[in-house]
């Protein structure tokens, strides 16, 4: 019988190899969570993508990434430039993924990192860390 820990065996290989700290891999019920800090918004972005390839359009639904990037890591503000509402920042890169927090219109937000030509990783001023639509970003 294959685990979650074995179905996923690549990621937390990529996110041990990649220099993630504090690096928590646990099951529970059927849902494997991982927990830790990554080096840069890259890093996080590659785990993404693995986890992308294991579970296409990340529909299984047991797996849980909680993973942080270092606040050392390289970053770049840039201001949200929606029409008028708020931007969302989503757990992961795609509509399908959760929204966990919001920005502001015209606030700032730090850049992590670019996942692909639609979305970004970035921290919002609250300190919440998650992926939006890179159209409502704006160098400043």
Not at 17 to 26: E, F, K, M, P, Y
Request: hydrophobic share 35%; aromatic share 6%.
């Amino acid at each position: 019988m294959t685990t979650l820990q074995d179905k996923y065996a690549e990621l937390i290989t990529a996110a041990n190899n990649g220099g993630a700290t504090n690096l928590q891999v646990r099951a529970q019920g059927n849902v494997l969570y991982i927990d830790g800090v990554v080096p840069t918004g890259e890093a996080k972005d590659q785990l993404w993508s693995i986890y992308d390839k294991i579970d296409p359009d990340f529909r299984g639904g047991d797996l849980v990434l909680n993973l942080d990037v270092s606040p050392a890591a390289p970053s770049t503000k840039l201001k949200v430039t929606t029409e008028s509402s708020n931007l969302n920042i989503r757990k992961g890169p795609g509509t399908d993924q959760p929204i966990i927090g919001k920005a502001a219109h015209n606030s700032e937000v730090t850049l992590l990192s670019k996942y692909n030509g639609e979305w970004a990783l970035v921290r919002s001023a609250d300190n919440e860390e998650g992926y939006c639509s890179l159209k409502y970003l704006t160098p400043i």
